[in-house]
């Protein structure tokens, strides 16, 4: 129902940054709210942060601080800028859009932070 494509991933040194996109394509009216969840090498998905289609924001308190969410409505299209960077934060990046009936996920993009 909504078709997800993320863009921005890639190497990052310790205490740089990245931003990532996910634009939203099909049916958006439905969409509830979306967010971005990783999953480390070796460990399971978990959640980052969201933002509704009110823009009621969460994070999780690993990047409170660091991460910022943030949409464009007239771009359909979710954002979530990283800042100082860790190793941990190394993972497989999603976006996820949430609707009554269903969830949608992107392919994913990985985000690497090492010397």
């Known amino acids: 129902q909504v078709q997800l494509v993320e863009s921005g991933g890639g190497l990052v040194q310790p205490g740089g940054s990245l931003r990532l996109s996910c634009a939203a394509s099909?049916?958006?009216?439905?969409?509830?709210?979306m967010g971005w969840y990783r999953q480390p090498p070796g460990k399971q998905r978990e959640f980052v942060a969201d933002?509704?289609?009110?823009?009621?924001?969460m994070y999780d308190d690993r990047v409170k601080g660091r991460f910022t969410i943030s949409k464009d409505n007239a771009k359909n299209t979710v954002y979530l800028q990283m800042n100082s960077l860790k190793p941990e934060d190394t993972a497989v990046y999603y976006c996820?859009?949430?609707?009554?009936?269903?969830?949608?996920w992107g392919q994913g993009t990985q985000v690497t932070v090492s010397s």
């Open positions: 996820n859009a949430r609707t009554v009936s269903r969830d949608d």
């Open positions: 933002i509704t289609s009110g823009g009621t924001i």
């Open positions: 099909g049916s958006i009216f439905n969409i509830n709210d």
